[in-house]
């Protein structure tokens, strides 16, 4: 069975362009999650999905950061303009079902780097 | 609301000595607890989780934790450590029943392991 693929696995930009994130998580979860890994902390939830609706979104700077999953399949995590602070990992991650006791399956990461 | 306190940002073991990393949550209600693991530049995976089956919970690669209601803990543990074990170990907490199953992590603990 295949993982969670996350694309770019690495970005550099400068503050206030925008850059986007993919995931594809593992065939047949319903539900996805992205979160956020600032060097030295654990990782914040930034925003779940059921198929493709939003479940949970309160800790999304929504002022800068918009994801979407259409079709309920894969994502896209979108960040414009860019602040020094979201320098951090992306992680992605999806469960089979929407549950407090379902294993969620992380991806690598995607590095940003804001310069 | 939920929280989670890992004691101990570093730990340093020698090969083959036992291995400790302390977690306490903080929830009204009895959590679902989890221990993931995460190698440098991979994304996290999965060690054990506790969903109220057993207060003893055996994981991957010789890891267990014991749940321990009265003292609110859920400590990793490993009997003989390999330098292999040496990664970023962070403790969750999600739940109750019906949560959403979003994660609520600590802030992690390095685990070096000196030959």
């Known amino acids: 069975e295949a993982g969670v693929a996350q694309s770019p696995r690495y970005k550099i930009i400068e503050k206030r362009q925008s850059v986007a994130f993919w995931c594809n998580p593992i065939?047949?979860?319903?539900?996805l999650y992205w979160y956020q890994q600032i060097l030295g902390q654990g990782p914040k939830l930034l925003i779940q999905?059921?198929?493709?609706?939003?479940?949970?979104d309160s800790q999304l700077p929504k002022d800068r950061f918009s994801a979407e999953r259409l079709k309920g399949v894969d994502s896209t995590l979108k960040i414009q303009p860019a602040k020094l602070e979201d320098s951090a990992v992306y992680l992605c991650?999806?469960?089979?079902?929407?549950?407090?006791?379902?294993?969620?399956?992380f991806g690598p990461g995607t590095r940003l780097t804001v310069l | 609301a939920q929280s989670v306190t890992q004691l101990g940002s570093h730990v340093s073991v020698s090969e083959g000595a036992l291995v400790l990393l302390r977690c306490n949550y903080s929830?009204?209600?009895?959590?679902?607890l989890f221990w993931y693991v995460q190698y440098p530049n991979q994304g996290l995976q999965l060690l054990l989780k506790?969903?109220?089956?057993?207060?003893l919970v055996k994981g991957i690669n010789g890891f267990e934790a014991e749940f321990k209601k009265s003292e609110t803990s859920f400590h990793l543990t490993k009997p003989s450590a390999h330098m292999s074990d040496a990664a970023e170990y962070f403790c969750?907490?999600?739940?109750?029943?019906?949560?959403?199953?979003?994660?609520?992590f600590g802030q992690g603990t390095t685990l070096q392991v000196k030959p």
């Open positions: 999905f059921q198929n493709n609706g939003v479940v949970d």
């Open positions: 929830s009204s209600v009895p959590p679902y």
């Open positions: 969750a907490v999600s739940g109750p029943s019906g949560n959403t199953g979003k994660l609520i």
């Open positions: 506790y969903t109220s089956a057993a207060t």
């Open positions: 065939s047949g979860h319903a539900t």
């Open positions: 991650a999806s469960s089979r079902r929407q549950g407090a006791s379902d294993t969620q399956y």
